[in-house]
């Protein structure tokens, strides 16, 4: 039989990332290739009782079919904790908050609200590779906006959204962006929503990593700030509580938000039950800010250790890095270089993998002289060992 697989998906190449993780069978290879949260930041214990108490007292409930806009009593422990956390503006009279199946499904739904076959979605360059292969599966084109240090550049920004015909939406990452770890100034995040507001697009916010933040002060949201329902803000509990169980969420207009609501049913009819229960009684139950306090702590020590093995083994003349206040990527880029795999394949040689910079590229043929460290997952004795070896690729230069 000769498959003839739709169009959408010949265009798009499998993540990097996973074909990495492929390569990672070897258990001597040294990985900051993921973008896992550390299996320490689980907690184990109290999602062991709260899981038999559902059992116990709401088991018919738990194990039947629920709507698609998600478990009200979570919905309303979100919209709370979002309020609170970074302020009475995140969710307005005008939005609501849907649960959705971890925060990469806020992003496919939000693209089919609002682009057609060929629509453009202007996005960071470099941005997550999960949001651009949802934008590319669903027949957008993907247009990228070059970086600066404080975030995506105003100036090529309003460029684009000058010249690019049919851009719907402008994805954007705002705080610990993935990969590069910058944040974007508060006075760019007014200047973006003004574009935004100036040329009629629609911003979604995804803010996975928010509230990893172990240095510096909290920026306020662009949703926060949003007064014109312009931002789709994607989040999820992933980072903080437990990627495996896929809960997410957005807070949307409303008008939107039930146009995503009919592309989500489509999908998967609705979130997983079980574990919307378990996440509404761990929040409500728990003590959430003391564990995500831990998590920060545990994620300090692991980025100060990396960094400070960076200054010690690599050259600081031969490659830059981003020094991250929160979230779990530090961003290497090679000086007077415009194309690093070679990085990524000694460096596999070495034992140690990290992911090439063009991975997250817009354009998937452009090269780049960047490449991604993550410190979340591997131990203090890996992070040790395999910066030390990541610096023999460029002292050997
Ligand atoms: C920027 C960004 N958005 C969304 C996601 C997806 O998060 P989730 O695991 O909750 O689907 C990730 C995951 O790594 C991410 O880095």
């Not at 896992?36 to 184990?44: A, G, I, Q």
């Not at 929040?283 to 306090?293: E, F, G, R, V």
């Amino acid at each position: 039989m000769e498959y003839k697989f739709s169009k959408k998906l010949a265009e798009l190449k499998p993540s990097a990332i996973r074909e990495i993780f492929k390569s990672l069978s070897d258990p001597t290879i040294i990985s900051f290739a993921a973008g896992n949260p550390s299996p320490d930041s689980f907690p184990v214990d109290d999602l062991a009782r709260l899981s038999a108490e559902i059992f116990e007292n709401e088991a018919s409930f738990a194990l039947q079919y629920g709507i698609t806009e998600g478990y009200m009593p979570l919905r309303e422990a979100i919209a709370a904790r979002q309020k609170s956390r970074f302020g009475e503006g995140m969710v307005r009279d005008c939005d609501t908050t849907l649960v959705v199946t971890g925060g990469q499904q806020g992003i496919e739904p939000a693209c089919k609200a609002f682009c057609n076959e060929g629509d453009a979605v202007i996005c960071e360059n470099p941005s997550f590779i999960g949001a651009l292969n949802s934008f590319r599966s669903n027949g957008a084109r993907t247009i990228g906006v070059e970086m600066e240090e404080d975030g995506i550049s105003l100036e090529k920004l309003e460029e684009t959204l000058k010249t690019v015909k049919n851009a719907k939406l402008l994805y954007l990452i705002p705080t610990f962006q993935n990969p590069s770890g910058t944040c974007m100034s508060l006075e760019k995040r007014k200047a973006v929503l003004a574009l935004a507001k100036k040329y009629e697009i629609m911003i979604i916010e995804d803010n996975p990593y928010g509230e990893l933040r172990f240095a510096g002060e909290d920026i306020p949201t662009m949703k926060s700030l949003d007064s014109d329902g312009l931002v789709i803000y994607c989040s999820s509990l992933s980072k903080i509580l437990s990627a495996g169980m896929r809960i997410g969420f957005v807070i949307a207009p409303s008008e939107v938000a039930s146009k995503m609501v009919v592309a989500k049913q489509a999908e998967d009819v609705h979130t997983n039950l079980f574990f919307q229960m378990l996440c509404h009684k761990y929040m409500t139950t728990c003590d959430l800010d003391a564990h995500i306090a831990k998590i920060n702590e545990l994620y300090r020590h692991k980025c100060n250790l990396m960094l400070e093995c960076i200054d010690k083994y690599i050259p600081a003349d031969k490659v830059t890095f981003t020094r991250p206040e929160g979230g779990l990527f530090i961003w290497g880029t090679v000086k007077d270089c415009t194309d690093a795999s070679f990085v990524v394949k000694k460096a596999i040689e070495k034992k140690v993998a990290v992911v090439p910079g063009t991975a997250f590229n817009c354009d998937t043929e452009a090269p780049s002289p960047s490449f991604r460290l993550n410190y979340s997952t591997p131990s203090d004795e890996q992070i040790i060992e395999g910066v030390k070896r990541l610096g023999e690729v460029f002292t050997s230069l």
